[in-house]
């Protein structure tokens, strides 16, 4: 690899400061009265409670899957605080009321609130630690209807609502850290979107580890009636530390009919140092039901941090006419290590699909792109079309692709396309002659190779998925 | 099924080593003692390991099938219409036993060569440090339970020798026949080709009647540099059979290596084909058709192994699907570091023509090296309604357009077939099947 | 053209370069003034693309010896996007696919990086277009080629064309195009030669690198110089084309040997 490129892929991380704020941390253990802590604690209904013990009581049987393309040592599950919160000086009446420390931390990490929230017109919740801290222009949003908060105050606020569609995507025993989840989930963001509504902001989340030693367990659900429709988006940033902490989160969307939900993540969890010290283990499971006839859900995911990510996005197609979309850019540098991809169940009749990943490794890292299609014998007519491609940048990282096709219907027509490319010594050459320098001509070729998944992340997102490249391969540009 | 009587099955089918006579090569015993050992530590795979995830063979564990100990009286005129024209050197074996009566010597000219087309045990004392270096050396049974099992009960089977710079005009036919019901036979074959030599060898299996029984067969294939062998594989076992067979293959500098794999037959079919290209400058193209119907299972699982720089590989693998048939997929392409200049391409095509058929493909990269070139692409689906319907408006029957073109489907793979008379044969199967509708 | 009190551009002394340790330059040297055009000819194999690369900085080629000045300045203490920014450019025999660069962004960030260089202003994309419209014009360009991918799913002949546009933007003060000539039509091979030809000016030079003379039906050129395994063996006027083709290369290392025996 030359100089140039080698320079390229070494940036620090921008976000690994550590809040100095007063936390109420639990002990570190997992046992049956840490749950029963956790649910006091939040003043839980009896029903969850018991869908808690009820998680905790299935993941005791459950082993850890070791299918994945990753390597990590064995997790110490009684190692982990599994509650963490920042503790409030009183009860929060609005914005202006949130710790001051707190304000800045979300300030430094480019988090629009308060007026810049205002500027940018994003709804914002804000996820520090285990727990909402605020929520923005939610009342304006009730007006429409829409219910947009942390998910602990809609148990209590909404409970029919939550009770009715939570784990119905995810059910408590689905995989062993989506079953760890339903057991010890702690907070994450709630939305409704009512019948016939199209959701006039974007909505966003911001989620921050602080604590270390902490897991971070958040439940995300979004349920959009007939006819509705919401762009959501997800930010994720973590201090540095030199031990690894979990990420295990849920996220769970129902589509019902003609609604269309939008969910985009823009990832960049610590990844560890350059040595592979340190960093989030990402093990998370999203997954969308589009339940209704032409619904449709569509997943776009940037993720650069995290030492592993371990993550498939999915969409449950099982409305007729019902669309499932996934648009990837996973890029991994120095010991990280991403096994991600999708799946696309398909069910209903005419139900279409597309895929859309791009994977970049550097360094020693590793990157593997894992897919399901599945067209079940019902699914008259489905269509799926994939399309993986990988970047290679130096000798010592490794690409994979591994797309299980499974198709019982023969009226359907699925197509997969994957290939592999590099950067090269040739093209940088070219670049060179016409006047460019090496970091630009990278950062040109970057954004060409992820076009087709930028173009889907809304704009605020895009720029700043667009720097987030720029700071994990470019060096000083940008 | 628990493992504890799977296990028990594997050491069940051993009892019938026992009548296997002790070989004067102290390493080839000592090689069957390792297997056998190997054999009891392994089970039989469940869909729950990943590489038989779409594959249940427990069905395989009610039937305790026993290798047979007298050879079948199998007469010319029975075996006769399974030869190849024209001439052919050939190697028939019955029910796994070499059966000297319906093969052939290598003829004059070839035979001049020095090229050795024998049966194993006939070639133990003349070239045993041959047969040392390479027999049970590429074919890893280490994790393979079925590999273990044929090593276990390794002593006789067919054996080419291609000398250096040596190349045979007349194909090689290795013709299995199945003769009797609820037998196992373990057919093994060990290809070597000497630097610079040519050979195209077909291994052929066939059914005399239906009946249930199971084939295990290992093929072992060593190419020197510049060799180049081209390996037509077809299983036509009965329609009730079990098929389950492993081929390794090891291509030094500047090799080719083409192959070709149909399969017909079986109830259950299994190939494992593993090439590795281990020399600089190494190239393979790596085609298969399965053409199956009713409650058939074909699953064809190939690696290709990029260890050396410059390395090429090409491979189309196409699945016609019928009835409540069940194809399955699953190519894995490896590109070591270091296999810099690699340039891959693999193409997974299904055609399923029933509602009930199905279709598992699992196609897949694994680069470890930057400087390559790699693609892979899959489809699965119908007939190009398009293409139906030109031919329909130049005049042909909706069934006759569709079979036309599911024909065509398969002709593809059968063109690359180097033996016409063979060639001709196939493209008649394909032509009975496509008109059955 | 030559003009008699031009300045000298490039002073070729004595180079020799290797790649993998093999030497590919055995020692040349060459003057090119302002205004010239000089053609430089050869087999496969006699070192004539390895000296256009060399002279742009490809890293794969390591100097061994010589000197080069470039407007009096030691093209070796220049990185490859220093020569282009300072004037030297290569129209590639093989142009560089870039897939996912759309080549109006491509070409608008090399004509502003140029233009910086050389304190003038940068354009914006929408007087770029304007520009860059009007350049393609003379090279009887679609339009449609702003839009595509850098090269990517271009014939050979638009490939070709794509780096003249790009010569034709950047103005450089020497131009080397290596086989630019290769695997175009007559029609492709008169358009890209005229473009060239506009291009040329008083100020500037090109170095034309060919196997085949039927380029300098097009473009004449002052100086013929003929490359065998890495030395200039030959250098004559035009007339020098038309004998090696008729004659072929044997006749000039004949030559050269009979002249070396005597």
């Given amino acids: ?21 007063e936390s109420d941390v639990a002990p570190k253990g997992l046992s049956e009265n840490t749950i029963r802590m956790i649910s006091a604690k939040k003043n839980e209904p009896e029903w969850l409670l018991e869908f808690r013990l009820k998680a905790y009581q299935q993941w005791l049987t459950m082993e850890e899957p070791q299918w994945p393309n990753v390597k ?37 990490l480019g988090v629009p609130m308060h007026e810049r929230a205002a500027l940018a017109g994003v709804a914002v919740d804000v996820i520090f630690d285990s727990v909402s801290v605020a929520t923005t222009y939610k009342q304006k949003l009730a007006e429409v209807g829409i219910i947009f908060g942390s998910i602990s105050e809609a ?36 939305c409704f979107i009512p019948k016939g509504v199209k959701c006039p902001m974007d909505l966003s989340t911001y989620f921050r580890i602080n604590t270390e030693a902490s897991g971070q367990f958040e439940r995300t659900l979004i349920i959009a009636e007939e006819g509705a429709s919401v762009s959501y988006l997800e930010g994720c940033t973590a201090p540095r530390f030199d031990t690894n902490q979990l990420h295990a989160a849920v996220v769970e969307l129902v589509a019902l009919d003609n609604a269309d939900i939008k969910y985009s993540t823009v990832q960049n969890w610590y990844a560890g140092d350059e040595n592979g010290v340190g960093g989030i283990f990402n093990f998370v499971t999203k997954r969308g039901l589009a339940k209704g006839v032409n619904s449709r859900i569509s997943w776009t995911q940037v993720e650069t941090g995290s030492a592993i990510t371990w993550k498939y996005p999915s969409c449950v197609l099982q409305g007729d006419n019902s669309v499932g ?33 791009k994977g970049i490794s550097a360094g020693h890292s590793n990157n593997s792109y894992r897919g399901l299609v599945r067209i079940a014998p019902t699914a008259a007519g489905a269509r799926n079309y994939s399309q993986c491609d990988s970047m290679l940048v130096g000798d010592q990282c490794s690409a994979s692709t591994f797309p299980y096709i499974q198709v019982r219907n023969n009226s359907a027509i699925v197509e997969h396309e994957a290939s592999t490319s590099k950067i090269g010594e040739d093209q940088l050459f070219y670049f060179a002659q016409r006047g460019i320098g090496g970091e630009e001509a990278v950062s040109m070729i970057i954004n060409g190779f ?4 930028f173009q889907q992340l809304p704009m605020e997102f895009a720029v700043e998925a667009t720097k987030l490249l720029g700071l994990k391969l470019e060096g000083s540009v940008g | 099924m628990s493992v504890a009587t799977a296990s028990g099955y594997l050491e069940s089918l051993l009892q019938g080593r026992a009548q296997l006579p002790i070989s004067p090569l102290a390493w080839l015993n000592r090689l069957r003692a390792e297997a056998v ?4 530590a392994l089970r039989v795979p469940t869909t729950h390991d990943e590489d038989w995830r779409f594959t249940d063979i427990s069905s395989l564990t009610k039937l305790p099938f026993q290798p047979v100990h007298a050879a079948s009286p199998l007469q010319t005129a029975e075996a006769e219409r399974f030869y190849l024209e024209p001439a052919t050197i050939r190697l028939v074996f019955v029910d796994g036993m070499y059966a000297p009566q319906l093969s052939t010597q290598v003829p004059g000219a070839a035979g001049d060569s020095g090229i050795v087309v024998t049966h194993l045990s006939a070639a133990v004392s003349a070239h045993a440090t041959t047969l040392e270096s390479h027999l049970g050396r590429h074919a890893e049974f280490c994790n393979n339970a079925f590999t273990a099992l044929n090593t276990a009960f390794l002593h006789d089977g067919a054996l080419i020798i291609v000398p250096r710079d040596v190349a045979v005009d007349m194909p090689v036919h290795l013709l299995f026949i199945a003769t009797q019901k609820e037998a196992a036979s373990y057919p093994r074959c060990l290809l070597i080709a000497e630097s610079g030599s040519a050979v195209t060898v077909i291994e052929d299996y066939v059914a005399l009647q239906q009946g249930v029984y199971v084939t295990n067969a290992v093929t072992e294939i060593a190419l020197a540099d510049n060799a180049h062998v081209n390996h037509i594989r077809v299983q036509r076992d009965s329609g009730q059979a079990f098929h389950i067979a492993d081929c390794a293959v090891s291509l030094a500098r500047a090799s080719r290596y083409q192959s070709t794999s149909i399969a017909l037959g079986a109830r259950i079919s299994r190939y494992n084909l593993n090439v590795q290209l281990a020399g600089e400058g190494a190239e393979c193209a790596v085609d298969g058709l399965a053409l199956i119907t009713e409650r058939q299972l074909a699953d064809t699982h190939t690696c290709i192994d990029h260890i050396k720089p410059h ?49 598992d493909t699992k196609p897949q990269l694994e680069i470890f090296a930057d400087d390559v070139k790699c693609a892979h692409g899959a489809t699965v689906g119908q007939l190009d309604s398009e293409e139906v319907f030109y031919l329909k408006s130049r005049g042909l029957s909706e069934m006759t357009a569709r079979n036309l073109l599911t024909y065509a489907f398969g002709a593809e793979i059968i063109e690359r077939i180097p033996v016409s008379s063979l060639r001709h044969r196939l493209k008649q199967t394909v032509l009975e099947h496509t008109q059955r509708n | 053209m030559i003009y008699p009190d031009s300045k000298s551009l490039l002073e070729v002394r004595g180079l020799r370069a290797t790649v993998n340790g093999i030497e590919i330059l055995k020692g040349i040297d060459l003057t090119v003034r302002s205004g010239e055009v000089h053609a430089i000819m050869g087999t496969n194999g006699s070192g004539k693309s390895t000296f256009a690369k060399v002279l742009a900085g490809h890293t794969a080629y390591e100097v061994t010896g010589g000197t080069v000045l470039f407007e009096g300045k030691n093209l070796f203490e220049l990185a490859p996007e220093e020569r282009a920014r300072a004037g030297v450019f290569l129209a590639f025999q093989y142009p560089i696919e870039i897939p996912g660069v759309a080549n109006n962004q491509f070409l608008r960030l090399t004509y502003n990086t140029v233009q910086t260089q050389r304190g003038k202003d940068e354009l914006d994309p929408l007087e770029f277009d304007d520009f860059v419209r009007e350049k393609m014009k003379m090279l009887e360009m679609s339009p449609d080629f702003l839009d595509r991918s850098v090269n990517a799913g ?109």
């Fill in chain 2, 37 to 40: 050992e190997r054999v009891g």
């Fill in chain 3, 154 to 262: 271009f014939s050979g002949g638009e490939k070709k064309r794509n780096e003249i546009l790009q010569m034709a933007l950047l103005e450089p003060r020497l131009a080397i195009l290596d086989e630019t000539d290769s695997g175009l039509d007559i029609d492709a091979l008169r358009i890209v030669a005229n473009g060239v030809n506009q291009l040329a000016t008083r100020d500037n030079a090109t170095i034309l690198v060919t196997h085949y003379q039927r380029l300098l039906n097009y473009i004449v050129p002052d100086y013929v110089h003929v490359m065998e395994s890495g030395r200039i063996i030959k250098t004559g006027g035009k007339q020098l084309a038309l004998e090696l083709e008729s004659h072929g290369y044997d006749w000039v290392s004949s030559e050269q040997r009979a002249a070396a025996g005597a």
């Fill in chain 1, 450 to 453: 992820c076009k087709d998944v």
């Fill in chain 1, 325 to 357: 979309e996934f648009y990837s850019v996973a890029v991994t540098n120095h010991h990280q290590q991403a096994d991600t991809g999708t799946k696309m169940i398909h069910i209903g009749k005419n139900t279409r699909s597309t895929i859309v990943s």
């Fill in chain 2, 311 to 359: 390395g090429s590989s090409r491979q189309l693998h196409k699945c016609i699907v019928d009835g409540a048939a069940h194809a399955v997929f699953n190519g894995k392409i490896m590109v070591r570091p270091g296999a810099q200049l690699t340039d891959s391409v693999q193409s997974s095509r299904n055609l399923l023509l029933s509602g009930r058929a199905h279709v």
């Fill in chain 1, 155 to 190: 148990v209590h606020t909404h409970p029919d609502l939550v009770k009715q569609y939570l784990g119905t995507v995810v059910p408590v025993g689905d995989n062993f850290y989506a079953t760890l989840n339903s057991a010890v989930f702690t907070d994450g963001s709630f």
């Fill in chain 1, 1 to 21: 690899m030359s100089a140039v490129l080698q320079n390229l892929v070494n940036q620090p991380y921008k976000h690994g400061f550590v809040t100095e704020i």
């Fill in chain 1, 72 to 108: 990590y040592p064995k997790i110490d599950f009684q190692a982990i605080s599994y509650y963490s919160a920042p503790k409030p000086r009183k009860k929060l009446g609005s914005m202006d009321e949130v710790d001051p420390e707190l304000l800045r931390t979300f300030e430094k």
